[in-house]
């Protein structure tokens, strides 16, 4: 009967090595997104209101994209924040729409 709950206890370890968290850190990339971001924020200083919400479009977009590969809290939180920043734009508050990018960029960076 002892040997049993040995063999147990040895194939629960074994197992046990080879699990993973399920909250376990996902590896994101964000750079890309960062890059796309930075730009729309450029071309927004520059007082080009169009060319910002071309840009800031382009890593809305991207940022969808990535976010169906996996989706991730910081997605989502950026996400809002871009699209907020297209409609400040639209709206003509350009000045609003920057801030919402550099929020955004805030959102995706990693802490560290």
């Not at 919400?53 to 977009?61: L, P």
């Not at 590969?69 to 920043?85: D, H």
């Amino acid at each position: 009967m002892k040997i049993k709950y040995f063999l147990a206890a040895l194939l629960l370890s074994c197992v046990s090595l080879s699990a993973h968290a399920a909250g376990s850190p996902m590896n994101e990339s964000f750079t890309n997104l960062i890059a796309l971001s930075k730009n729309a924020i450029e071309i927004g200083k520059k007082g080009d209101t169009q060319g910002f919400i071309d840009s800031a479009t382009v890593a809305w977009e991207a940022l969808k994209e990535q976010n169906e590969k996996g989706s991730s809290i910081r997605l989502q939180r950026a996400n809002s924040k871009l699209k907020a920043a297209i409609k400040a734009a639209k709206a003509g508050n350009l000045q609003a729409g920057i801030v919402e990018v550099e929020q955004g960029i805030a959102d995706m960076q990693v802490d560290k």
